[in-house]
């Protein structure tokens, strides 16, 4: 069971981006899909999941409205896309899967992590 986030970069505030987790040994339809974020200095945070099998997603409120997670099962992949990005948002992002069965902030529900990607909103 393997999780690859990808597409982290240096973007400047105001831009986007859209970051990608394809999942192997596993389908993700079955799972909840994570996202969270670790900034310098802080605890790692929530930011977003879905659920694989009814599509329903969820958002903190620091990224509602801004962000959008998505899923392909085609491709085991969900997105995580970011726009009108801040400083703030700057961290390393990480996508985690959980089968628990219900969504989650809680990051002890999530059993299989990926490796991160790092997010720079800077000018």
């Known amino acids: 069971v393997q999780l690859q986030a990808s597409g982290g970069g240096l973007v400047q505030p105001g831009g986007s981006l859209r970051l990608s987790c394809t999942a192997s040994?596993?389908?993700?339809?079955?799972?909840?899909i994570g996202w969270f974020r670790q900034a310098p200095g802080k605890e790692r945070e929530w930011v977003s999941c879905?659920?694989?099998?009814?599509?329903?997603?969820y958002y903190a409120d620091s990224v509602k409205g801004r962000f959008t997670i998505s899923g392909d099962h085609a491709k085991n992949t969900v997105y995580l896309e970011m726009n009108k990005l801040k400083s703030e948002d700057t961290a390393v992002y990480y996508c985690?899967?959980?089968?628990?069965?219900?969504?989650?902030?809680?990051?002890?529900?999530?059993?299989?992590w990926g490796q991160g990607t790092l997010v720079t909103v800077s000018s």
């Open positions: 040994g596993f389908t993700s339809r079955y799972y909840y």
């Open positions: 879905i659920g694989g099998s009814d599509g329903v997603d």
């Open positions: 985690a899967a959980s089968m628990s069965g219900w969504p989650s902030i809680d990051e002890n529900e999530y059993g299989y």
